[in-house]
Nanobody, 111 residues
């Protein structure tokens, strides 16, 4: 199983970023997949998750209305669109399926 995140970077408050998690090695369409984040000195937390066929989507209250999770089963890829970013969104962002994690992509929100 491979999970590879990309799209992180430095952005000013109020800005946007789009994260991508490309996957391989499992039947992508059959699994829940989630985006998590971990800020320095804090525990890893769930940002958003999406079920097979996108029938169930959960988004953390802290990002609701600003972040959108989606999936493309034809590309075995999930996305996280992030808008109105705040300094407190600064973290390493990971995608996860089952027991497998990607290596993460760093998002830094700073003036």
């Amino acid at each position: 199983v491979q999970l590879v995140e990309c799209g992180g970077g430095l952005v000013q408050p109020g800005g946007s970023l789009n994260l991508t998690c490309a996957t391989a090695g499992f039947r992508f369409s059959a699994y829940y997949i989630g985006w998590f984040r971990q800020a320095l000195g804090k525990e890893r937390e769930l940002v958003a998750s999406i079920s097979p066929e996108s029938t169930n989507i959960d988004v953390a209250d802290s990002v609701k209305g600003r972040f959108t999770i989606s999936r493309d089963d034809t590309k075995n890829t999930i996305y996280l669109q992030m808008h109105s970013l705040k300094p407190e969104d600064t973290a390493e962002y990971y995608c996860r399926v089952g027991e497998y994690w990607g290596l993460g992509t760093l998002v830094t929100v700073s003036p």
